[in-house]
Nanobody
Framework: QVQLVESGGGLVQPGGSLRLSCAASGSIFSINTISWYRQAPGKGRELVAFITSGGSTIYTDSVKGRFTISRNNAKNTVYLQMNSLKPEDTAVYYC?????????WGQGTQVTVSS
């Protein structure tokens, strides 16, 4: 199976930046796509960004122009660079890997944007 570990979250002021990492280990041969989701307190889990094995990317409208998803295949790691952060970006951020018919979730990392 696959294990995913997120890191890089923390407390940042509005307008600041953070870079999240999602490191994959285990049997990763079948993984085609990795996505970032976020969940704010009392809210449902929301898709933030998506990247395919070929490098194609998709972003939700609220983060376009501010967030960038990328991957380093040699390191089995996906990144989410977050710039111009807003208080409404505050959430727990999760990565999800999809391969074949199997889904894998990381444990999440907290991002708090506050003055």
């Amino acid at each position: 199976q696959v294990q995913l570990v997120e890191s890089g979250g923390g407390l940042v002021q509005p307008g600041g930046s953070l870079r999240l990492s999602c490191a994959a280990s285990g049997s990763i041969f079948s993984i085609n796509t990795i996505s970032w989701y976020r969940q704010a307190p009392g809210k449902g889990r929301e898709l933030v960004a998506f990247i395919t094995s070929g490098g194609s990317t998709i972003y939700t409208d609220s983060v376009k122009g501010r967030f960038t998803i990328s991957r380093n295949n040699a390191k089995n790691t996906v990144y989410l660079q977050m710039n111009s952060l807003k208080p409404e970006d505050t959430a727990v951020y999760y990565c999800k890997a999809v391969g074949g018919t199997v889904l894998y979730w990381g444990q999440g990392t907290q991002v708090t944007v506050s003055s």
